[in-house]
């Protein structure tokens, strides 16, 4: 047992390194890479600290090289589902009752292994099998991972010194008790530090795990996982399966364990996911947490006094970077005709100069798209809007998968502002653009609002004091994380608190104290110093 009132190691977003020429990180990377091309690895499951593999190998290969292979996943099957159930239950009393110092010791190591010693590796294979180029993965993979699992702990320590206040004569205390069962934690290919945070959230707070990554994000999660039990994280306490999503959830959501979702991911699957746990509301031995964050469909408005070269930056970045594979990317933007020409003037400009190909040569701005179903969503929706007379492409609208998923950034101006693409997430390098008149402004702060179900992002250009506010007051609903002159992407952990509402999810705030709350449930406790003995009041004396 452990006397005495720590204080955790203050966070610190951690600093991103440049990989410019000449740098000892380009270099090491570069390795890093060179290396993991070299070699096609097995990656099996982990139940219970066992490797686990099947007789179905799947292989896996770069978004931008498919024709190169990596290696091998291993994929199961609803028995393995049950497997990792049964690991995570086993522990799940000594987890909870190891001392929070302890599980906080963990995850602080973690961190720093991310960012030591395991910072080439966990880049690189983010770069190779999600195409990330190495900014984008420095800013996700290393960067926000090891940000999440530092202001985690110091966000856990603050959710445990609030404590209520207590009278003459007690002592009233409040105990952050970790759930009754387990989480499934499910996660998507796009961002690594979400895949880790996704599982390593709730295991902080003291609960047991069941994590489901992504099929195209297995290669980097198996860092993730080397990363975890090199901190010293117990056999059992987070275990990754491969199994298809809906054998896994068919299980997991009938099962009377079954205490909460951790999840990012698709609108439509998080859709039928709350059902299937509606649906087994009643076998359940406590309602479960239903944590998620799924689409968007972000936006970028200009005012008729915003910088016209401040709004194409924001939108070719916030648009394009990481292919637009980003909950947050902008793909639908408004711009005020007394400003569009030089807008589309500077966005052009720079678009002609991104270069889209392998992650491995530096120089290009842009990979590849994540795998053929997105490819061929993504040309679908380019190829019939080349055949739509009331939509022009203004740049790009190429795309070939000779040899990768590649698109051209791409560029649709449109007169519809209910056009498909600006209300349909798409999920890629796409950007709709619709042009309206400067004393249209109110009526087009209602078009925002209005056009989408979702809410994740947006951003708001402007020099104008009264038109920023005007636009922060008439989207308050419109997105949780909102953005004034700025690009509506690239939220950092304990900066920007990340999450949104309507069909883009909770809204708990991932990076933030208000997620780790999900995953605890509170006790209170109340000490009588002196308790009475006699049932009567003052009131019922006599005159």
């Given at each position: 047992?452990?006397?005495?009132?720590?204080?955790?190691?203050?966070?610190?977003?951690?600093?991103?390194?440049?990989?410019?020429?000449?740098?000892?990180?380009?270099?090491?990377?570069?390795?890093?890479?060179?290396?993991?091309?070299?070699?096609?690895?097995?990656?099996?499951?982990?139940?219970?600290?066992?490797?686990?593999?099947?007789?179905?190998?799947?292989?896996?290969?770069?978004?931008?090289?498919?024709?190169?292979?990596?290696?091998?996943?291993?994929?199961?099957?609803?028995?393995?589902?049950?497997?990792?159930?049964?690991?995570?239950?086993?522990?799940?009393?000594?987890?909870?009752?190891?001392?929070?110092?302890?599980?906080?010791?963990?995850?602080?190591?973690?961190?720093?292994?991310?960012?030591?010693?395991?910072?080439?590796?966990?880049?690189?294979?983010?770069?190779?099998?999600?195409?990330?180029?190495?900014?984008?993965?420095?800013?996700?993979?290393?960067?926000?991972?090891?940000?999440?699992?530092?202001?985690?702990?110091?966000?856990?320590?603050?959710?445990?010194?609030?404590?209520?206040?207590?009278?003459?004569?007690?002592?009233?205390?409040?105990?952050?008790?970790?759930?009754?069962?387990f989480i499934y934690a499910l996660?998507?290919?796009?961002?690594?530090?979400?895949?880790?945070?996704?599982?390593?959230?709730?295991?902080?707070?003291?609960?047991?795990?069941?994590?489901?990554?992504?099929?195209?994000?297995?290669?980097?999660?198996?860092?993730?996982?080397?990363?975890?039990?090199?901190?010293?994280?117990?056999?059992?306490?987070?275990?990754?399966?491969?199994?298809?999503?809906?054998?896994?959830?068919?299980?997991?959501?009938?099962?009377?364990?079954?205490?909460?979702?951790?999840?990012?991911?698709?609108?439509?699957?998080?859709?039928?996911?709350?059902?299937?746990?509606?649906?087994?509301?009643?076998?359940?031995?406590?309602?479960?947490?239903?944590?998620?964050?799924?689409?968007?469909?972000?936006?970028?408005?200009?005012?008729?006094?915003?910088?016209?070269?401040?709004?194409?930056?924001?939108?070719?970045?916030?648009?394009?970077?990481?292919?637009?594979?980003?909950?947050?990317?902008?793909?639908?933007?408004?711009?005020?005709?007394?400003?569009?020409?030089?807008?589309?003037?500077y966005m052009l400009r720079d678009?002609?100069?991104?270069?889209?190909?392998?992650?491995?040569?530096?120089?290009?701005?842009?990979?590849?798209?994540?795998?053929?179903?997105?490819?061929?969503?993504?040309?679908?929706?380019?190829?019939?809007?080349?055949?739509?007379?009331?939509?022009?492409?203004?740049?790009?609208?190429?795309?070939?998968?000779?040899?990768?998923?590649?698109?051209?950034?791409?560029?649709?101006?449109?007169?519809?502002?209910?056009?498909?693409?600006?209300?349909?997430?798409?999920?890629?390098?796409?950007?709709?653009?619709?042009?309206?008149?400067?004393?249209?402004?109110?009526?087009?702060?209602?078009?925002?609002?209005?056009?989408?179900?979702?809410?994740?992002?947006?951003?708001?250009?402007?020099?104008?004091?009264?038109?920023?506010?005007?636009?922060?007051?008439?989207?308050?609903?419109?997105?949780?994380?909102?953005?004034?002159?700025?690009?509506?992407?690239?939220?950092?952990?304990?900066?920007?608190?990340?999450?949104?509402?309507?069909?883009?999810?909770?809204?708990?705030?991932?990076?933030?104290?208000?997620?780790?709350?999900?995953?605890?449930?509170?006790?209170?406790?109340?000490?009588?110093?002196?308790?009475?003995?006699?049932?009567?009041?003052?009131?019922?004396?006599?005159?």
């Amino acid at each position: 047992m452990y006397s005495g009132f720590y204080s955790v190691p203050k966070p610190y977003n951690d600093p991103i390194k440049s990989y410019a020429p000449g740098t000892p990180e380009r270099a090491e990377v570069k390795e890093e890479l060179k290396r993991l091309r070299s070699m096609e690895i097995d990656v099996p499951m982990v139940i219970g600290g066992q490797r686990i593999t099947t007789d179905n190998k799947i292989r896996i290969c770069p978004p931008h090289d498919i024709h190169h292979t990596l290696g091998y996943y291993y994929q199961g099957d609803a028995v393995h589902v049950n497997m990792a159930i049964d690991a995570a239950l086993r522990v799940r009393k000594r987890w909870q009752e190891l001392e929070w110092q302890d599980r906080a010791s963990i995850f602080l190591k973690a961190a720093d292994l991310i960012s030591g010693p395991y910072r080439a590796k966990i880049n690189a294979a983010t770069m190779l099998a999600q195409s990330k180029t190495i900014h984008q993965a420095e800013i996700d993979a290393a960067c926000e991972f090891a940000d999440f699992l530092r202001f985690n702990v110091s966000f856990m320590a603050d959710i445990y010194s609030q404590q209520p206040i207590s009278d003459h004569g007690m002592w009233n205390r409040i105990e952050y008790r970790p759930l009754e069962g387990f989480i499934y934690a499910l996660t998507p290919f796009n961002f690594t530090a979400i895949a880790g945070n996704l599982s390593a959230a709730p295991a902080l707070m003291g609960n047991v795990v069941v994590w489901k990554p992504s099929n195209t994000q297995i290669y980097s999660a198996r860092v993730i996982m080397d990363i975890f039990e090199e901190a010293g994280l117990p056999d059992g306490v987070i275990n990754m399966i491969f199994v298809p999503g809906p054998a896994a959830g068919k299980i997991l959501a009938a099962h009377p364990d079954f205490v909460g979702i951790h999840y990012t991911g698709s609108t439509e699957v998080f859709r039928k996911i709350w059902k299937a746990i509606g649906e087994h509301v009643a076998v359940h031995n406590t309602y479960p947490k239903i944590v998620g964050e799924t689409g968007g469909k972000d936006f970028v408005l200009a005012h008729s006094s915003a910088n016209p070269m401040a709004v194409a930056t924001g939108v070719v970045r916030g648009a394009f970077e990481y292919q637009g594979q980003k909950c947050s990317a902008a793909s639908r933007a408004y711009i005020p005709s007394n400003i569009w020409n030089e807008v589309k003037e500077y966005m052009l400009r720079d678009l002609k100069t991104i270069k889209v190909g392998p992650v491995e040569d530096f120089r290009n701005f842009m990979g590849a798209v994540i795998d053929e179903i997105s490819f061929d969503k993504l040309a679908g929706y380019i190829s019939d809007a080349k055949a739509d007379p009331s939509v022009e492409i203004i740049f790009g609208g190429n795309y070939d998968k000779t040899k990768g998923y590649f698109i051209e950034p791409t560029v649709i101006l449109t007169t519809d502002p209910h056009y498909v693409t600006m209300h349909h997430e798409l999920f890629g390098p796409v950007l709709t653009i619709y042009v309206y008149e400067p004393e249209n402004w109110n009526d087009v702060l209602h078009l925002i609002d209005t056009t989408t179900t979702y809410s994740l992002t947006g951003a708001v250009f402007a020099k104008d004091r009264y038109a920023i506010e005007e636009a922060n007051f008439a989207l308050t609903n419109a997105a949780g994380n909102f953005y004034i002159n700025d690009k509506p992407t690239g939220a950092v952990v304990g900066q920007q608190p990340f999450g949104g509402a309507r069909a883009s999810g909770t809204n708990d705030k991932s990076g933030s104290y208000l997620n780790l709350l999900r995953w605890v449930s509170p006790r209170t406790i109340k000490e009588n110093f002196n308790p009475p003995v006699e049932y009567r009041y003052p009131f019922m004396d006599e005159e």
